[in-house]
Nanobody, 125 residues
Framework: VQLVESGGGSVQAGESLRLSCVVYGLTIDTYAMGWFRRAPGEDRKFVAAIDWSSGRTYYADSAKGRFTISRDKASYTVYLQLNSLNVEDTAVYYC???????????????????WGRGTQVTVST
């Protein structure tokens, strides 16, 4: 089982990036896929999630209106479109898989049992 993120980079404030996460080795129909981020000196924070089967999406308040999570079933890929980036969005962004065992709130990191290595997003003024 492996999650491989890509698409990070260094951009100016106001610009956009699209992150990708390719999923290998999961029976993904029973999972939710999430994006989290960790800024320097901070804990991991929830950004967005998508129920793979239904396509229903969930967002942190900081992401609403700027970020969009989506998935492509054919390529087993989850995307996170980042628009109107600002300096506070600088972080390592991680893709994660939640098996939806019995219960999930989609935002708690400990409910996700598979994690990618992360991709760095740096936003400068």
């Amino acid at each position: 089982v492996q999650l491989v993120e890509s698409g990070g980079g260094s951009v100016q404030a106001g610009e956009s990036l699209r992150l990708s996460c390719v999923v290998y080795g999961l029976t993904i129909d029973t999972y939710a896929m999430g994006w989290f981020r960790r800024a320097p000196g901070e804990d991991r924070k929830f950004v967005a999630a998508i129920d793979w089967s239904s396509g229903r999406t969930y967002y942190a308040d900081s992401a609403k209106g700027r970020f969009t999570i989506s998935r492509d079933k054919a390529s087993y890929t989850v995307y996170l479109q980042l628009n109107s980036l600002n300096v506070e969005d600088t972080a390592v962004y991680y893709c994660a898989a939640d098996p939806l065992d019995y219960y999930s709130d989609y935002v708690t990191p400990n409910l996700y049992d598979v994690w990618g290595r992360g991709t760095q997003v740096t936003v400068s003024t």
